[in-house]
């Protein structure tokens, strides 16, 4: 169903559209609304209505509303994780991680409601006093993917809610049922009717509807470098704002002394934590250390794969079919087209338990080279290539050799190749000693290059996304005062 102006609706065309459960193909979760522009326009009618109270509602009460909504998502943390875990396919802990994150953020951007969100700055002029403000956009669209679909929606919706913004989320065709009762507990905060509203459906349709509403002034995006082309393009020819989270080749640098047990740690948590569907998930390693690869691969091995519900699992599965095509198609162009070698992994699972659903073995390719497409492209799945090189130099020149720059990570004990890292690496997110996933809420979250377009997600960052900047000047001087002129010109 779609939430419109505080009413659960079918989309006006009665179409539907399946929900299925990436671990089992034939548990149907439910049919959800398959929405068009017509399901827009009445979206973007309800959130216009809605819009003055709450552009007038203090932000400090809007924040009170979103320290409930924290509460209630607390309340519910078990159910939801179970949800996501049936139709997502993450395992249960990290159903219980990605709930967190919108939990933790709402309580953050709660206390934001009552903090300075401006400056005051001196003036040049006598008795006369300036201070900046920020002033919602209006109307904002929220497009969102299916890898985090409790955290990434909250991640948009919080701020834009606290800004003073009306919002109209377009959730991902996998996981509508998420997005539904994140609205169901927005609701039941007591949030008012047409502040949040929600339209499923498609991307080609629901999708491209409300990003070329006029009266949609913003878009928040995260999803494929493509679809964000496309959606910056009708953006820019609108001259509405987009704001960009897209994809990437996140890296692991390996020092020689690093400590190699940690790095094997954080580098299988990192590439293969949600099987690899992380916008931050390590699918290169750049390693100068001898004893890394063999140490990985042995890791690996242990892997239990099976369903997310599954609290011994240490793999789930993919989310649909197509995106375990994708992923084979892409061990297959690393094994022929790169010839790099194939270390472990590689296959398709489909025996038993793994009949029903998407699943990928963990996937290793050793002897790697920075220009191959594995070590290029996103892959989105439970493959890492491991680079070898022979210094730091040359490592770090890998790591900045892709066109995406989100998250880079370096292990090592020596400060100056740690420093080096941390000052040359063209990603948004650095890590020293841990792994490649793992942001918190209060930093900004977003990536330089092909990653984004210059916004940033979480922290205080996430309201430059939300609201524009307004300067204001207030003269008490009761005469016309003229900046840069001289007294009496
Ligand atoms: P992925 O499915 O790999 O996460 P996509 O970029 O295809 O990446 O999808 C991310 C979100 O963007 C989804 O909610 C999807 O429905 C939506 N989407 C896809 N194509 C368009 C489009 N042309 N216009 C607007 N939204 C789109």
């Known amino acids: 169903m779609n939430f419109i102006g505080g009413k659960w609706v079918p989309a006006r065309s009665g179409r539907t559209m399946e929900d299925r459960n990436p671990a089992d193909l034939d548990d149907l979760l439910g049919e959800v609304a398959r929405s068009d522009a017509a399901d827009v326009d009445d979206a973007v009618d309800a959130a216009k209505a809605a819009y003055p109270e709450w552009f007038a ?22 159910e939801l994780s179970h949800l996501m875990t049936r139709e997502m396919g993450k395992t249960l802990k990290e159903a219980r991680g990605d709930v967190q994150e919108g939990i933790d953020f709402a309580f953050f951007m709660a206390g934001l409601s009552r903090s300075a969100i401006g400056e005051t700055m001196p003036s040049e002029l006598s008795r006369k006093f300036s ?17 985090f679909p409790i955290a990434i929606p909250t991640w948009k919706q919080w701020p834009a809610m606290l800004a003073g913004n009306c919002s109209i989320v377009k959730a991902a065709e996998d ?94 948590w990192g590439a293969f934590a949600t099987s690899g569907q992380r916008c931050t998930a390590t699918s290169r390693v750049v390693s100068l250390h001898p004893e890394f690869a063999g140490a990985l691969i042995d890791k690996v091995r242990t892997y239990k794969i099976g369903p997310g519900s599954d609290e011994s699992v240490d793999l789930a599965p993919l989310i649909n079919r197509t995106q375990r095509d994708r992923v084979l198609e892409y061990i297959r162009v690393g094994r022929e087209d790169d ?20 699943y990928i073995e963990p996937t290793v390719f050793l002897d790697a080279t920075p220009s191959m497409r594995i070590a290029q ?8 290539a491991v680079i070898p090189v022979d210094s730091l130099d040359a490592a770090i020149a890998a790591a900045n050799s892709t066109k995406y720059g989100l998250s880079a990570s370096i292990y090592t004990n020596d400060l100056t190749a740690a420093m080096r890292a941390v000052t040359e690496l063209e990603f948004g997110i650095v890590y020293v000693n841990a ?26 960052h996430a309201m430059d996304e939300f609201s524009e900047w307004k300067a204001v000047s207030i003269d008490f001087s009761h005469r016309l005062q003229k900046a840069q002129f001289q007294p009496g010109e």
């Open 57 to 78: 509602m203090p932000m400090p009460k809007r924040g009170e509303l979103l320290r409930r909504i924290g509460l209630l998502l607390e309340n519910h943390k078990d």
């Open 131 to 147: 201070l900046t403000m920020r002033h919602p956009i209006g109307i904002v669209g929220l497009i969102t993917p299916w890898n």
């Open 175 to 268: 996981t509508p049922l998420c997005a539904q009762r994140l609205m169901e507990l927005i609701d039941e905060a007591g949030v008012p009717a047409g502040v949040v509203n929600l339209v499923q459906g498609t991307g080609e349709e629901a999708g491209a509807a409300l990003v070329s509403h006029p009266d949609v002034r913003a878009i928040s995006f995260t999803g494929s470098l493509e679809t964000g082309k496309i959606i910056a393009a009708e953006c820019g020819r609108q001259m509405k704002r987009y704001s960009m989270e897209l994809g990437s080749k996140n890296v692991t640098i390996v020092m020689p002394d690093a400590d190699v047990e940690l790095a094997v740690e954080g580098i299988a």
């Open 339 to 358: 010839g790099a070698s194939l270390a472990y992994g590689g296959s398709a699972l489909t025996d038993g338990v793994h009949a029903k659903g998407n």
């Open 377 to 384: 492209e996103e892959i989105f799945g439970p493959v890492t």
């Open 435 to 460: 792994p490649t996933i793992g942001a918190e809420v209060q930093l900004p979250f977003g990536g330089m290059k092909s990653t984004g377009n210059g916004f940033r997600e979480a922290g205080i």
